[in-house]
């Protein structure tokens, strides 16, 4: 069954190894939030989607 994942804080090095681990280990589709999208590059695109944001903003 395919789940979807939610990795905070995408660009940083723990998130890269998760999101590694998830592509190679499982058939998950991942959700990448990050504040700046365009420093990412996305190593499965079909897997893989961008939510520009600051988890640190409360609206």
């Known amino acids: 069954m395919t789940k979807k994942v939610l990795i905070l804080g995408a660009n940083g090095r723990i998130a890269r ?3 590694k681990e ?3 280990q499982t058939d998950d589709e991942l959700k990448l939030f990050l504040r700046n ?8 695109p079909q897997r893989e989607s961008v939510i520009d944001g600051d988890a640190t903003v409360i609206n």
């Open 17 to 19: 190894l998760a999101e």
């Open 22 to 24: 998830f592509l190679t």
């Open 37 to 44: 999208p365009e420093r990412l590059q996305l190593q499965q």
